[in-house]
């Protein structure tokens, strides 16, 4: 067996046979071909090299779609213009200007990437794929595609938009997140990449899944590889690529509770790792075990237990049920029932640590999750609503 030291720049082994060849100088030329006159070249992030804005371009790019991604992208480098001020911000401000763009993880590895690079690199993006790839946040594809973009480095890409075009064009069966199936994809990859023009080719691929090899209604006609694409030759383009087997989706239930005092709201600061992980969030209680209904009983055990549970930051005076809401994650759905609490009087600031009496005019710029700043808001709209 070769060792780890023994293999080809690529870091794929040689294959075993040649049936597994699929070198194939003509599908790179089409890709070039057709991205250089009809593929996107007005999007903020291209027309540069610059590592930094590539970079950060590509992280909120994944699982993201473009039309999101742009005013955040602008907001960013407006305040963090280069590695340098983004790895000397504080990270409440960073969490605060990727509120609502979601999956919070994405953040909180952007800042220590930026901080790994600033202190360990001279603030230069490294061109090496492999030490690209060993930065937080950073995978196998996007690291290719920063270095194929900056650098014009020969690296394999493959996103959800590449899995898309390469399953379609070259039949390929099977889920194309299961191991087998996706390590076949990427052998194809670096067997396919171009000896020269990386950068249309990369984008090449990237701009025919985001606007022709859709997901749903795909333009063949104006594909430049519908003639050789197995899926259209076959009647099979709304069958590939293979779909993820559903599972049944596991739902999650809490309450959070509006504690509002005179122009302050209670907030909880939440821990780093879990869902929006490092961002400010209303204070949580699980009332899973209590049956929904509106008897007095169940009220009072209800109140009893908001009460305990805010103890240290003030006496209730009441408490009052608001519209539940659905908040859908990638692997759960998360049922919410707010509760609207009112105060006798607040508890001096002691012993609170993970918690902070917020500005409720400040909410807007807070570093919150995108339902929650949606609901405060909503409710900061409802006349005398935080007037207790």
Same mark, same amino acid.
């Given at each position: 067996?070769k060792?780890i030291?023994?293999l080809?720049?690529?870091?794929?082994?040689?294959?075993?046979?040649?049936?597994?060849?699929?070198?194939?100088?003509?599908?790179?030329?089409?890709?070039?071909?057709?991205?250089?006159?009809?593929?996107?070249?007005?999007?903020?992030?291209?027309?540069?090299?610059?590592?930094?804005?590539?970079?950060?371009?590509?992280?909120?790019?994944?699982?993201?779609?473009?039309?999101?991604?742009?005013?955040?992208?602008?907001?960013?480098?407006?305040?963090?213009p280069?590695?340098?001020?983004?790895?000397?911000?504080?990270?409440e401000?960073?969490m605060?200007?990727?509120s /609502?763009?979601?999956?919070?993880?994405?953040?909180?590895?952007?800042?220590?990437?930026?901080?790994?690079?600033a202190?360990?690199?001279?603030?230069?993006?490294?061109?090496?794929?492999?030490?690209?790839?060993?930065?937080?946040?950073?995978?196998r594809s996007?690291?290719?595609?920063?270095?194929?973009?900056?650098?014009?480095?020969?690296?394999?890409?493959?996103?959800?938009?590449?899995?898309?075009?390469?399953?379609?064009?070259? /039949?390929?069966?099977?889920?194309? /997140?299961?191991?087998?199936i996706?390590?076949?994809?990427?052998?194809?990859?670096?067997?396919?990449?171009?000896?020269?023009?990386?950068?249309?080719?990369?984008?090449g691929?990237?701009?025919?899944?985001?606007?022709?090899c859709?997901?749903?209604?795909?333009?063949?006609?104006?594909?430049?590889?519908?003639?050789?694409?197995?899926?259209?030759?076959?009647?099979?383009?709304?069958?590939?690529p293979?779909?993820?087997?559903?599972?049944?989706?596991?739902?999650?239930?809490t309450?959070?509770?509006?504690?509002?005092?005179?122009?302050e709201?209670?907030?909880?600061?939440?821990?780093d790792?879990?869902?929006?992980?490092?961002?400010l969030s209303?204070?949580?209680?699980?009332?899973?075990?209590?049956?929904?209904?509106?008897?007095?009983d169940?009220?009072q055990?209800?109140?009893?237990?908001?009460?305990?549970?805010?103890?240290?930051?003030?006496?209730?005076?009441?408490?009052?049920?608001?519209?539940?809401?659905?908040?859908?994650?990638?692997?759960?759905?998360?049922?919410?029932?707010?509760?609207?609490?009112?105060?006798?009087?607040?508890?001096p600031?002691?012993?609170?640590?993970?918690?902070?009496?917020?500005?409720?005019?400040?909410?807007?710029?807070?570093?919150?999750?995108?339902?929650?700043?949606?609901?405060?808001?909503?409710?900061l709209?409802?006349?005398?609503?935080?007037s207790?």
């Amino acid at each position: 067996m070769k060792r780890i030291a023994e293999l080809p720049e690529s870091g794929v082994a040689p294959l075993a046979s040649a049936v597994e060849s699929f070198a194939d100088p003509s599908f790179s030329a089409a890709v070039i071909a057709w991205q250089k006159q009809h593929g996107r070249h007005a999007l903020p992030w291209q027309n540069t090299q610059d590592a930094y804005r590539i970079w950060l371009s590509e992280i909120m790019l994944q699982q993201t779609q473009v039309s999101a991604v742009i005013p955040y992208y602008q907001r960013f480098l407006s305040r963090f213009p280069d590695v340098l001020s983004l790895a000397a911000a504080a990270s409440e401000e960073v969490m605060a200007l990727w509120s /609502g763009l979601g999956y919070y993880s994405r953040a909180r590895n952007l800042h220590r990437c930026a901080q790994r690079v600033a202190a360990e690199c001279g603030g230069v993006f490294p061109d090496d794929p492999d030490l690209l790839a060993d930065l937080p946040g950073i995978g196998r594809s996007t690291a290719a595609a920063i270095a194929a973009f900056a650098y014009g480095k020969r690296a394999a890409i493959m996103d959800g938009n590449v899995k898309r075009v390469f399953a379609r064009a070259f /039949g390929v069966d099977g889920y194309p /997140g299961a191991k087998p199936i996706e390590d076949g994809l990427w052998r194809r990859a670096v067997q396919l990449l171009p000896l020269r023009d990386m950068e249309s080719y990369t984008q090449g691929l990237m701009d025919l899944g985001a606007t022709l090899c859709t997901r749903s209604k795909p333009a063949c006609e104006r594909c430049p590889l519908a003639a050789r694409c197995v899926a259209h030759a076959t009647g099979r383009v709304d069958e590939l690529p293979v779909r993820k087997p559903k599972k049944a989706v596991p739902e999650r239930s809490t309450a959070m509770l509006v504690v509002a005092d005179g122009d302050e709201i209670l907030l909880q600061q939440r821990p780093d790792s879990g869902i929006w992980g490092g961002l400010l969030s209303l204070p949580e209680l699980a009332l899973n075990a209590e049956a929904d209904n509106d008897s007095d009983d169940h009220v009072q055990r209800r109140n009893a237990r908001i009460a305990q549970a805010i103890v240290r930051f003030g006496v209730m005076r009441d408490c009052a049920p608001l519209q539940p809401f659905v908040h859908v994650f990638t692997h759960f759905k998360l049922q919410v029932t707010p509760y609207r609490v009112a105060l006798d009087r607040r508890v001096p600031h002691v012993g609170q640590h993970d918690h902070v009496w917020y500005p409720i005019r400040q909410l807007a710029d807070a570093p919150l999750p995108a339902p929650v700043k949606k609901l405060l808001l909503t409710l900061l709209l409802s006349v005398d609503l935080f007037s207790v």
